[in-house]
């Protein structure tokens, strides 16, 4: 019995695209496999031929770009049950594998059109086949009976008898003899002798498996296809472009995602959290190129690029898929920021979690070795690590590399978003500010692009979080009760709703409480930095790391003197004392 994998069935499917892209984004050999015998011809067939010494997969391409003769040599009439040009070559092309291995165990696979070709292929010769977005083409392998109403005459047609026909007229050009004996044909004319038989039943359709992502395409015709059937399921939004969703290099990152994720913690079950994840998958603007430009210089594309990256590491559980799901399933905690924008209004939207994933995205799409993270996740679960609860933390530089600043980043512009969440604009001006007034964005604006480290609040309870990294810290409080500590450097902190503690620190820190009664803690130490401190609502309570409240910052108490506070500022504010 064969013992190769869906996941290498996945890659040699995927294999098979050759002409139709440039190397950058083709598919990888999978381990252990060579390939051989690679054919591309003018009707629009491709296929190549995979070993690992002792077993064969054929694998047919998928339709290539418009114009190339898939639709008019394969899809359309293999659809429609005629044989045409691409069906005679895919035959060709086993039959020589078949006489120069008469002794292999060959089985076919492919994409689409690829995975269509394939299945027949399988039943006709009796040989399996493991197809993926399998194209409908099980017209082709009917007979159909039909009788002529003036004479009576019964016809039994078939694609599978045509195809014998043009099998057995071939030639030796040089000898003027049949190529293919009738033992060579011996597995097509079962299949014929079988189906006239049981004209309703398409035999050897067991020996067929078609693995489809959940709402693709093909899924939709009204033509059926041949073998059983297992649906990748995902998160099917019908506005989502099912065309999108008929990518190779989709279904291959879902299965191989699979082999290495706890049970319902897979890429395509993290669909269902992240509802735009797939949207952003394909999105230009942000890692989608198309992997069918054939320019040299044509850029990766970032779904090849993941499945070319998990393929080539020696262990799975460390590869790009398996780290990129597992940091999707970091965020997709219910209740807080990493799914929410935290917005009452519409507590469905989510822009911060969009940035996030955006930034994971360009980190495995630019990851190099030796590069910042390289070989980690990006995200940190705080509970998991035991440095905090209810937060992750990532490191920018893994994201934009050192020395850069995040707002550069391509997935930015969502967190941008998130700033003005809620904010309602008439006349050119502010009519209705939005989660945070004009004066907190400006402050989270001029600071951002000096802070390396970020900690956002997940889940349903406050974030506590103490940055011990010392390389300036943005730390972004949820609904809850937050409690943040910012580290030697200058760190914003950012309390949200909720009755939040945020401590600064060393350096010259921004404390920004938010909704709720909030309490700003600043170090009472020489040379601690001048903390600027902003509570819109006025009902903050200030105090000093002794413990020592303040009734203000200008007023501070006796425990503190203006030499050891320095400098504090404090805007549109009134503190009261603990």
């Keep these: 019995m064969s013992m190769i994998s869906e996941i290498e069935y996945a890659l040699m499917a995927g294999g098979s695209y050759i002409s139709t892209r440039p190397e950058i984004n083709q598919f990888p050999i999978p381990q252990g496999w060579v390939s051989f015998n690679h054919q591309s011809l003018d009707t629009g067939f491709e296929a190549v031929t995979f070993t690992n010494g002792s077993e064969i997969v054929i694998s047919f391409a998928g339709t290539g770009p418009f114009g190339d003769g898939d639709w008019l040599n394969g899809n359309i009439p293999l659809a429609l049950g005629a044989l045409p040009s691409q069906l005679k070559q895919a035959a060709d092309y086993y039959l020589q594998v078949k006489a120069l291995n008469p002794d292999a165990a060959i089985s076919f696979t ?53 195809l014998l026909t043009y099998l057995s007229g071939e030639v030796d050009q040089t000898t003027g003899q049949p190529i293919y004996s009738a033992s060579q044909l011996q597995g097509l004319t079962n299949f014929i002798n079988a189906s006239v038989a049981d004209s309703g039943v398409i ?14 395409v093909l899924s939709y015709l009204t033509f059926s296809r041949i073998g059983s059937e297992a649906d990748i399921t995902q998160q099917n939004d019908m506005l989502f472009p099912q065309i999108d969703l008929h990518s190779q290099a989709l279904l291959t990152a879902f299965l191989q995602s699979n082999q290495t994720a706890d049970a319902n913690k897979a890429l395509n079950d993290v669909t ?45 559980a460390l590869g790009e898929v398996t780290r990129f799901t597992t ?12 799914m929410s924008d935290g917005y009452t209004t519409n507590p469905d939207l989510h822009a911060l979690s969009n940035a996030l994933i955006a930034f994971d995205m360009q980190k495995y799409y ?65 009519f209705t500010p939005g989660i945070f007034s004009t004066e907190e964005q400006a402050l989270i604006n001029a600071m951002l692009p000096a802070l390396r480290d ?24 949820g609904t809850g009760q937050d409690i943040l500590t910012g580290g030697a450097k200058a760190d914003l902190l ?40 902003l509570d819109t609502d006025n009902t903050g309570y200030l105090r000093d790391d002794t413990g020592a409240p303040s009734s203000s910052p200008a007023a501070p108490s006796t425990a503190m003197t203006a030499s050891t506070v320095a400098q504090m500022r404090m805007e549109q504010t009134t503190c009261t004392p603990l």
């Excluded at 030796?370 to 530089?397: R, Y």
Aim: zero cysteines.
């Design 110 to 162: 492919g994409h689409s059109l690829g995975g269509g070709l394939a299945s027949l292929m399988a039943v006709m010769f009796n040989e399996n086949a493991v197809t993926f977005d399998q194209a409908p083409f099980r017209n082709s392998a009917l007979t159909y009976t039909t009788t002529d109403p003036d004479t009576g005459i019964v016809t039994t047609h078939s694609v599978a008898q045509d």
């Design 366 to 430: 630019t990851e190099q070795t030796g590069s910042v993270g390289a070989g980690q996740t990006l995200f940190t679960d705080l509970s998991t690590a035991g440095t905090g609860s209810n937060g992750i933390q990532f490191d920018t530089a893994a994201v934009v590399g050192t020395g850069n600043s995040i707002t550069g980043a391509k997935g930015y512009q969502y967190f941008a978003e998130y700033l003005k969440r809620g904010e309602v604009i008439q006349n050119g001006e502010i």
């Design 203 to 216: 035999p050897n359709e067991s020996n067929v498996t078609d693995i489809n992502v959940q709402g693709e």
């Design 272 to 316: 269902f959290k992240h509802t735009d994840l797939l949207k952003m998958i394909f999105d230009s603007a942000l890692f989608y190129n198309d992997p069918n430009n054939t320019d040299p210089e044509a850029p990766a594309n970032l779904l090849e690029h993941l499945v070319q990256q998990q393929a080539a590491a020696s262990d799975p």
């Design 327 to 338: 940091d999707l399933w970091k965020l997709a905690q219910d209740g807080g920021l990493t």
């Design 494 to 533: 950012v309390g949200n709703t909720g009755d939040d503690t945020l401590t600064g620190g060393g350096g010259s820190d921004v404390l920004i409480g938010g909704a709720g009664v909030d309490t700003y803690v600043w170090q009472a130490g020489l040379n601690a930095g001048i903390d600027t401190i």
């Design 454 to 477: 970020w900690y956002a609040q997940a889940g349903v309870s406050g974030m506590l979080a103490t940055d011990t990294l010392n390389r300036g810290a943005f730390m972004l409080g």
